[in-house]
């Protein structure tokens, strides 16, 4: 079957840094997003990674690793207006079908 | 449009009755999904469009969901007789095609089954 695995909560201190880790099974692979959503809004687009390594955003990076099914979203210098859900997504190859898989998001508070 | 339209942005009905969904995507974007959101939950993947292709219907969790793309544009996601545990927010996303594109949400119906 096809699984998304993310931690369901995290806490983390103002200014801090924080690791959100992310582990798929998929049916075939083509990429990996990461969203933010706010309580009572729409997700909104953070970063992809479809080749291994680290991709930098300002304050968040991505990192992957197709070979663990692996992928962790870093947010530095952490804000308030951080504290959210933040979703993974993996788009899968299975025949035409690219569906994105989502994980149930983690939620992340960030404490001042 | 600039972005994925979805209408009502709340819909209150009563248990029985059916409702329908509307998500207007932005223009060009092939994928169309529904998605279910319930308080402090994770996405309920409900349907995938695709172009032309036969929609993805594996997530639909009764024979009382239905949900049509017209054109290869519009949607119409169908609830007949609508439960309590109907109630959520229904989301729309779109994508244009190609692997490396993200999708991009409405801001949801909330439906209220009373």
């Known amino acids: 079957g096809q699984n998304i695995d993310q931690p369901t909560e995290m806490t983390a201190t103002e200014g801090a840094i924080v690791q959100i880790n992310c582990t798929y099974q998929t049916s075939g692979f083509n990429g990996l997003f990461w969203y933010q959503q706010h309580a009572g809004e729409a997700p909104t687009f953070l970063s992809y990674n479809v080749l291994d390594g680290l991709e930098e955003k300002g304050r968040f990076s991505s990192f992957l690793s197709r070979s663990k099914g692996y992928s962790y979203l870093l947010l530095k210098e952490l804000q308030m207006k951080d504290s959210a859900s933040y979703l993974c997504a993996v788009r899968s190859n299975a025949g035409n079908n690219r569906k994105l898989i989502w994980g149930l998001g983690t939620s992340l508070a960030v404490n001042p | 449009g600039a972005g994925v339209s979805q209408s009502p942005s709340n819909k209150v009905t009563e248990k029985g009755k059916d409702v329908e969904l509307r998500c207007d995507p932005i223009s060009g974007h092939t994928a169309l999904y529904w998605y279910r959101q319930s308080l402090g939950q994770g996405l309920e993947f409900l349907i995938y469009f695709q172009g032309n292709s036969a929609p993805d219907k594996s997530g639909l969790p009764s024979d009382r969901f239905s949900a049509e793309r017209t054109g290869g544009s519009v949607s119409t996601l169908t609830i007949q007789r609508t439960q309590q545990e109907d109630s959520a927010v229904y989301l729309c996303?779109?994508?244009?095609?190609?692997?490396?594109?993200?999708?991009?949400f409405g801001q949801g119906t909330r439906l209220t089954v009373v």
């Open positions: 996303a779109s994508s244009p095609t190609g692997a490396n594109t993200e999708a991009f």
